[in-house]
């Protein structure tokens, strides 16, 4: 199954569009990861083609298995040009984690929050393939872009985490979002 979901332009920003990723992503991608900021914030960053590639593999049995829905996030008008990723990750029975990244290019140009809320109201609302009843979202506590985005993004703050080395090794927020037939 092939899923695309059309995000609209708002005022001066272009309209997206998220699609499965394909192997004629893996410069673009690796592109995007020779970011700093992004490097810092992953918590495995890609650094060469080979590992886009087993990356992009991963990403592709994620649908087969319904268990992970990866997203390119691209320009509606050129569906080559990559300004994101956004994912949701089935955790446990009816929840998942959703994550999202923006490239250099693309940042404070509203990609992230439109992205997210596209994918978070497709899992809760749409897709068939998992019932779901709440995304998370996780982020280092001094991540405020991330909080910002969150919070835009219909996802209440839980709960502040401890460090939870290696793949946690800063404090962190827990946002949630549920249905929007359910209260959070």
């Not at 809760?124 to 991540?143: G, P, Y």
Request: aromatic share 8%.
């Amino acid at each position: 199954m092939t899923v695309r979901l059309s995000v609209p332009g708002e005022g001066t920003s272009t309209a997206l569009l998220l699609r499965p990723w394909r192997r004629d992503d893996i410069k673009n991608l690796v592109a995007a990861h020779q970011d700093e900021l992004l490097r810092r914030t992953l918590t495995t960053p890609l650094t060469d083609e080979p590992q886009a590639q087993e990356w992009l593999k991963a990403q592709a049995a994620g649908w087969v298995e319904a268990t992970r829905f990866s997203f390119a996030v691209v320009s509606n008008a050129d569906d080559q040009f990559l300004l994101g990723y956004v994912v949701v990750k089935v955790e446990t029975a009816g929840v998942a984690q959703v994550g999202y990244w923006t490239a250099a290019h693309a940042r404070g140009t509203g990609v992230a929050p439109r992205a997210l809320a596209t994918a978070s109201r497709w899992a809760l609302e749409t897709q068939k393939m998992v019932s779901l009843s709440r995304l998370e979202l996780f982020h280092a506590i001094d991540n405020s872009a991330s909080c910002r985005v969150a919070n835009k993004c219909g996802y209440a703050l839980r709960e502040v985490l401890t460090p939870a080395p290696p793949a946690f090794p800063s404090m962190g927020h827990r946002h949630v979002r549920v249905p929007s037939r359910q209260s959070p």
